[in-house]
């Protein structure tokens, strides 16, 4: 066994003593936890961008423009994000992965826990509008430094026969953070009466999120300090280097990269935080009820994802990416309209929307990482995925909201489509992809 590095040491880390063969199981356990709880995060401030928001920042407008704004707020943290990913790089590279992670850690769990504390326009005016903008800036930053590697040291730990099997495991924890952040939103608005909710009620669920992250943060550190996975990340060269160097030399497959994955980070939003907001505003359905159905909708998108793995490794992860960009793709010519059809159609909607998602967002990972040289590989993953999420899934709700109020359920469908257009050529011209499989 040998030591951990004496900066490490100096720096007073955890070291981890584990006398173990390192598998792919462990990696995925620490992909997990680490997944479920940034997204824990976005859901919880997602959720509370039309529940809360826009009551408590933004009163002096309608709740449409309201809502408008705090759809604008959210995306502060994707434009924010490769910025972030830049600074923690070069911590990585100086410190350590360790070190960057406890740093990009604790800023997520604090700039989230922060919100919780904010004062409402009625108390703080315009000052408090200021602070929620400048706290999802810093929840974007500290995102771009949760990149730890583990998603790609898993694809490449696994069996030649179960990649698809294994790069679908971190996708597990976009449905059940969305589980759990729906779940207990669900909860607090039918425990509590409008009012009490609207006070201090919302607090708690950022509260949560806070110690969800310390946990996460240990479950994390337990695997990437150790000299086993030290070792693993060199010999597959999953190391930092410079930013400005990998784009230079890899700008094609970032761009292809940033691409592919774009229909389903489109759905992402299009079925979890535009149809919370659509049916907040414009149907009689209670939060309580449409935020249930989100939870049984996601719990369909975990089969979902887990089923994309073995489709994956039978058919191929472009072949399947490619059929799903086409089910988006019709997906969006007709399914957004079921949000006016009731709750039978808002049921069709969320639960044939995450499935699809679950398919599609299922492989997303894989495609990331599966074109760099190994000397790229770690640094050009973390930047291609902090590009795919700021065109695929930063503006969505947004956009998809501005489109449907102004022409129709149906133009929201649009958003979707380009996603969709999107991955299909960026699949097409990825012949390096096409040739693994």
């Known amino acids: 066994m040998t030591s951990t590095t004496p900066t490490r040491d100096a720096l007073g880390l955890p070291i981890f003593k584990e006398h173990h063969q390192v598998s792919?199981?462990?990696?995925?356990?620490?992909?997990?936890?680490?997944?479920?709880?940034?997204?824990f995060d976005f859901f919880v401030y997602a959720i509370a961008s039309v529940l809360v928001f826009p009551v408590l920042f933004f009163p002096f407008v309608d709740a449409l423009t309201g809502t408008l704004w705090s759809f604008a707020i959210f995306s502060l943290a994707f434009i924010a994000r490769p910025f972030g990913s830049l600074v923690f790089m070069a911590i990585d590279r100086a410190y350590g992965r360790g070190t960057k992670l406890t740093i990009a850690l604790f800023m997520l769990g604090g700039s989230t826990a922060a919100i919780a504390f904010l004062p409402s326009y009625a108390d703080a005016g315009m000052?408090?509008?200021?602070?929620?903008?400048?706290?999802?800036?810093?929840?974007?930053?500290?995102?771009?430094?949760?990149?730890?590697?583990?998603?790609?040291?898993?694809?490449?730990?696994?069996?030649?026969?179960?990649?698809?099997?294994?790069?679908?495991?971190?996708?597990?924890?976009?449905?059940?953070?969305l589980i759990v952040a729906s779940l207990l939103f669900a909860y607090m608005v039918a425990s509590l009466s409008a009012a009490d909710f609207l006070d201090w009620g919302w607090r708690y669920p950022f509260l949560v999120a806070f110690a969800i992250n310390v946990v996460a943060l240990f479950a994390r550190?337990?695997?990437?300090?150790?000299?086993?996975?030290?070792?693993?990340?060199?010999?597959?060269?999953?190391?930092?280097?410079?930013v400005s160097s990998t784009i230079r030399t890899e700008w094609r497959t970032i761009v292809i990269g940033a691409f592919a994955p774009l229909a389903s980070f489109a759905l992402f939003h299009m079925v979890t935080v535009f149809p919370l907001s659509w049916v907040y505003l414009f149907t009689r359905e209670t939060p309580t009820s449409f935020?249930?159905?989100?939870?049984?909708?996601?719990?369909?998108?975990?089969?979902?994802?887990?089923?994309?793995?073995?489709?994956?490794?039978?058919?191929?992860?472009?072949?399947?990416?490619?059929?799903?960009?086409?089910?988006?793709?019709?997906?969006s010519g007709f399914a957004p309209q079921l949000l006016d059809a009731g709750t039978v159609g808002e049921i069709v909607f969320m639960v044939v929307g995450f499935v699809l998602l679950g398919l599609a967002f299922g492989q997303s990972s894989g495609v990331?990482?599966?074109?760099?040289?190994?000397?790229?590989?770690?640094?050009?993953?973390?930047?291609?995925?902090?590009?795919?999420?700021?065109?695929?899934?930063?503006?969505?709700?947004?956009?998809?909201?501005?489109?449907?109020?102004n022409f129709g359920l149906i133009a929201s469908g649009a958003y979707l489509l380009s996603g969709a257009l999107a991955t299909l050529i960026a699949l097409w011209l990825n012949t390096e992809l096409a040739g693994r499989k």
Request: contains cysteine; aromatic residues 10%.
């Open 24 to 39: 792919p199981a462990e990696i995925a356990i620490g992909v997990i936890i680490g997944r479920t709880s940034e997204f």
């Open 127 to 177: 000052t408090s509008i200021w602070l929620l903008a400048l706290l999802r800036l810093g929840q974007g930053f500290a995102l771009g430094g949760t990149w730890d590697g583990l998603a790609s040291l898993l694809a490449l730990n696994a069996p030649e026969d179960k990649r698809g099997w294994y790069a679908m495991i971190p996708q597990l924890g976009a449905p059940f953070g």
């Open 221 to 242: 550190l337990r695997i990437v300090v150790t000299s086993e996975f030290e070792h693993l990340f060199r010999t597959r060269d999953l190391q930092p280097v410079s």
């Open 291 to 331: 935020l249930l159905i989100e939870a049984v909708a996601a719990a369909f998108g975990v089969v979902a994802v887990v089923a994309s793995g073995r489709l994956a490794d039978a058919f191929g992860r472009r072949r399947l990416l490619g059929a799903c960009a086409v089910g988006i793709a019709v997906f």
């Open 368 to 405: 990331v990482a599966s074109g760099f040289a190994t000397e790229h590989r770690y640094t050009g993953s973390a930047f291609t995925s902090d590009l795919s999420w700021l065109l695929g899934a930063g503006f969505a709700p947004l956009a998809a909201l501005l489109l449907s109020v």
